[in-house]
């Protein structure tokens, strides 16, 4: 597991700063939003699923999806692409580009892909979330995209918020409670 | 896959949650020399979005116990409670014996308590079904997590989510009679398990 923690009291903006907090965009499982500062996305308990942002901090667009499974089924059409890793990365940049934002310019952020239960049967779903990291992973690989920061495996839920402001990612966790920005 | 599941289908496996979460609340009333009763049972097919609703939404704490099944049926059985209700639990079994410990200690023995509660009532859960379809089913140690219910009830998502954006659940809550204690069972077959539970159904 990669982290790039710091310390939350270092990003607190100074107080003669003024803040305008934007609206906070909420993403569903297998959904996916784009936004622009100073708005705000976000999704909230993430198990073995994958929160995946790119962002262009040029134009502060960024865009979330929330993965399911690593890999789309073949021969069947009409499935949601933002619900695997394989499909929703490409979909994900798409979207991006066609709001404005350059593609050589997107960056990655990814949370999630807990390893929730350590029970050994039903292997085959038990260890989605690494599945989903590696497709994850080896997707922006494919597309020269640098991810900057993650916070991925271990085996607690998060809830992520991303500011298209700052670019930065807030990543909750309740066990152990803790709150940090990557 | 789920699109045919019409209501004569949904009551089959309404019964079943009756009569499995019926044997386990007897179970859990003889643990703690209470009455238990259940409220009920439900079989829905629903929107993964809508799973965590039941639960106070995703971020809600919740104790996740999970019993993997095997042989006949093969799948997962998912008991949540709140985390203050698993708590609850694991004090009217374990009682003042813990006072006298430290904190690491007392972790460890309400964990232990819990997990024990979850392997009684699951057990009799699954044999109860097991008796009513004639199947062999076969439970795994249970494992226990306190996290995010969003993150809890991923599980259910991911085992249904390549065939669609809808799950199968089965939901049975557990009331105490003087403090209100709800449980919500989660019976969530694979693919082919599900076949063969259905199948059982002609005969039902």
Do not use: W
Request: hydrophobic share 40%; charged share 20%; aromatic share 6%.
């Amino acid at each position: 597991m990669d982290t790039f923690a710091f310390d939350i009291e270092d990003q607190q903006p100074a107080a003669n700063k003024q803040v305008v907090l934007g609206k906070i965009h909420t993403i569903g499982i297998a959904e996916h939003k784009i936004a622009q500062a100073p708005d705000r996305l976000s999704t909230l308990g993430l198990g073995s699923c994958v929160g995946l942002i790119l962002y262009d901090a040029g134009k502060k667009i960024g865009g979330m999806v929330h993965i399911m499974l690593p890999n789309a089924p073949k021969n069947t059409a009409g499935y949601n692409r933002s619900k695997f890793a394989d499909t929703a990365v490409d979909e994900l940049i798409r979207l991006l580009v066609k709001n404005g934002a350059m593609r050589t310019r997107l960056t990655a952020k990814l949370a999630g892909g807990a390893h929730m239960f350590s029970t050994t049967c039903n292997a085959n779903f038990m260890n989605v979330g690494e599945r989903n990291i590696q497709v994850c992973k080896q997707k922006l690989k494919e597309h020269s995209i640098r991810i900057l920061a993650e916070d991925t495996g271990s085996t607690s839920g998060r809830s992520i918020e991303f500011n298209c402001e700052t670019g930065q990612l807030q990543v909750r966790t309740v066990s152990p409670r803790s709150i940090r920005l990557i | 896959m789920l699109d045919n599941l019409n209501g004569k289908g949904l009551d089959f496996f309404r019964e079943l949650e009756n009569i499995g979460a019926g044997h386990a609340a007897t179970a859990l009333s003889m643990l703690l020399s209470r009455t238990v009763s259940i409220r009920v049972p439900c079989a829905k097919v629903c929107n993964y979005n809508e799973i965590c609703d039941i639960l106070h939404g995703p971020e809600n704490v919740v104790a996740g116990l999970l019993v993997g099944i095997s042989e006949d049926i093969k799948g997962f059985i998912l008991l949540v409670l709140d985390e203050e209700d698993a708590l609850k639990l694991t004090r009217t079994v374990v009682g003042d014996l813990t006072d006298n410990m430290s904190e690491q200690e007392r972790e460890e023995l309400n964990m232990s308590a819990l997990k024990e509660i979850a392997n009684i009532l699951i057990g009799s859960y699954i044999s109860a079904i097991s008796e009513m379809t004639g199947l062999t089913i076969d439970a795994s140690v249970p494992d226990l997590v306190f996290d995010m219910a969003g993150a809890v009830m991923n599980l259910l998502a991911v085992a249904y989510g390549e065939f669609g954006d809808q799950v199968l659940f089965m939901e049975t809550e557990f009331c105490d009679q003087d403090e209100s204690l709800f449980g919500h069972f989660f019976l969530v077959p694979d693919v082919e398990s599900y076949k063969t539970l259905t199948d059982k159904m002609v005969g039902y």
